[in-house]
């Protein structure tokens, strides 16, 4: 029933139960995140009830909305745009404001040197507008067209650190077609080994293992771990990862569900009321 719990009673006020769909979180689990995001996100009604459920890549959080597993997917602005613009099946039907979030590199504990190193690197490219150039090149008109390809440096001699990246997160985390990393992960990638002087060898993780990459000694840096800005309890970094600042940050997750069998959006009016109908609406 597409996600959807009712109780047995058959009156108006039954309590119903929505299921969201989301990229895995890496320090938490379902049932304590899906209490956080209520509490954060959902609206003050005791009729409502949100369950999160986690998947590991954006294919299988996508088979798993076709399948009626999830009634909404979750994810950030820019991703939730690409998925539309690509999927015309698909639209938007909340946006959320967030408090501030942000998309940071991930290291080993052990490996302090290379984290400063790169955050430095983040530094230099927001002050020279390096960063905003390629949001502008890569993310200000997500899945319309194809991004740019991105060319790596190679210094003769030079170290190579070994960047795991997940597609998961389009535009931001791109994966083109053929499997190759493209987009804004590339190309941020690319101006950091320039700038550190070392060579960039990518590999392609789903976000769901990400720690193990790092851990396993098979990647040295993970291209993005979720930070949640002024927050002590960090739900997407486990014990062990340290992060850099912030290279990429968004207000606004947006969820996305499939349209109507009509093709077209359902009339909701707010002033109809029948708040809930329109999470339920079939």
């Known amino acids: 029933m597409l996600g959807l719990s009712l109780c047995a009673t058959s009156h108006a006020l039954e309590k119903r139960v929505i299921t969201l769909g989301m990229l895995e979180k890496l320090n938490t689990t379902e049932e304590v995140f899906s209490q956080e995001w209520q ?70 504990s052990d490996n302090t040197d290379l984290r400063d190193k790169f955050s430095q690197a983040v530094r230099d490219m927001r002050s020279d507008w390096t960063l905003s150039a390629l949001e502008g090149m890569y993310i200000a008109t997500p899945g319309r067209s194809e991004p740019r390809p991105v060319e790596f440096a190679k210094f003769d001699g030079a170290g190579t650190i070994r960047a795991a ?40 993780v789903d976000s769901g293992a990400r720690s193990s990459a790092l851990a396993s000694g098979r990647a040295d840096v993970v291209f993005w771990y979720e930070v949640v800005k002024g927050a002590e309890s ?49």
């Open 39 to 108: 509490k954060s996100f959902a609206p003050n009604n005791e009729l409502l009830e949100v369950r999160v459920k986690f998947y590991p890549n954006l294919n299988a959080l996508q088979m798993a909305l076709n399948a009626g597993e999830i009634r909404h997917i979750v994810l950030p602005e820019p991703s939730a745009e690409y998925l539309m613009n690509q999927n015309p099946e698909y639209e938007s039907v909340l946006v959320l404001h967030s408090h501030g979030m942000g998309l940071a590199f991930g290291f080993r």
């Open 165 to 204: 990246v997940t597609g998961d997160l389009p535009p931001v985390d791109f994966m083109a077609a053929d499997g190759t990393p493209a987009g804004f992960s590339t190309a941020v990638l690319a101006e950091i080994g320039k700038r550190l002087g070392v060579n960039i060898e990518m590999m392609n």
């Open 234 to 282: 960090q739900p997407d970094i486990p014990e062990g990862v340290i992060v850099s600042e912030t290279y990429y940050d968004w207000e606004k997750f947006i969820h996305l569900r499939k349209k109507l069998s009509s093709g077209s959006s359902w009339g909701w009016n707010i002033f109809d009321g029948g708040f809930l109908d329109f999470y339920f609406h079939n």
